[in-house]
T-cell receptor
Framework: DAKTTQPPSMDCAEGRAANLPCNHSTISGNEYVYWYRQIHSQGPQYIIHGLKNNETNEMASLIITEDRKSSTLILPHATLRDTAVYYC????????????????FGEGTQLTVNP | NAGVTQTPKFRVLKTGQSMTLLCAQDMNHEYMYWYRQDPGMGLRLIHYSVGEGTTAKGEVPDGYNVSRLKKQNFLLGLESAAPSQTSVYFCAHRRAGVGEQYFGPGTRLTVT
């Protein structure tokens, strides 16, 4: 699976948009971009995933560049409860299913939402 | 709880003792995983299973064994616990194909 690079920490004011970047310059054509977050040692929580089109759900938006080498997770109106470690992960599908399509977690970005 | 429970929630072991961690999911998913997370680090995959009766090694399998006799259960065993196995253990599951993993609340294990 492709390696990802994220800033170790970011701050955001409550009510403002939080934009979390991720670099995955070695991503291959059948690899999806997934975002998870982990709130204070709880189990990781799925946020969103995409292949090449931008995606939006009730939690966040995912913007993937046209060359797919980077992406941005956007939390449109951050709250204090969004303070967490955010993980960007690329994961292969299709032929990669035989390996269980494991998630490879890096160290993520610690997002702190300030009042 | 993301359709998954982990038992026990906390445990303290002495070096050399054995124990089994149980993960149970109620979503009938094919794939199940065991991860460990050490302080300040991301999760690392120990073992995983792509279906009932099958298991495979992950990134850090040494010192652990697993079994998947029933589709809904995935057991992680420590035959002879070591202090290096002090960690938080997370179980996860997902359906085959594109989709997210659902994580349990974790088991906090201390080996003294």
């Amino acid at each position: 699976d492709a390696k990802t690079t994220q800033p170790p920490s970011m701050d955001c004011a409550e009510g403002r948009a939080a934009n979390l970047p991720c670099n995955h310059s070695t991503i291959s054509g059948n690899e999806y971009v997934y975002w998870y977050r982990q709130i204070h040692s709880q189990g990781p929580q799925y946020i969103i995933h995409g292949l090449k089109n931008n995606e939006t759900n009730e939690m966040a938006s995912l913007i993937i560049t046209e060359d797919r080498k980077s992406s941005t997770l956007i939390l449109p109106h951050a709250t204090l409860r969004d303070t967490a470690v955010y993980y960007c992960i690329v994961r292969v599908h299709g032929s990669g299913e035989t390996s269980g399509s494991r998630l490879t977690f890096g160290e993520g970005t610690q997002l702190t939402v300030n009042p | 709880n993301a359709g998954v429970t982990q038992t026990p929630k906390f445990r303290v072991l002495k070096t050399g003792q054995s124990m089994t961690l149980l993960c149970a999911q109620d979503m009938n998913h094919e794939y199940m995983y065991w991860y460990r997370q050490d302080p300040g680090m991301g999760l690392r995959l120990i073992h995983y299973s792509v279906g009932e009766g099958t298991t495979a090694k992950g990134e850090v399998p040494d010192g652990y064994n697993v079994s998947r006799l029933k589709k809904q259960n995935f057991l992680l065993g420590l035959e002879s616990a070591a202090p290096s196995q002090t960690s938080v253990y997370f179980c996860a599951h997902r359906r085959a194909g594109v989709g997210e993993q659902y994580f349990g609340p974790g088991t906090r294990l201390t080996v003294t």
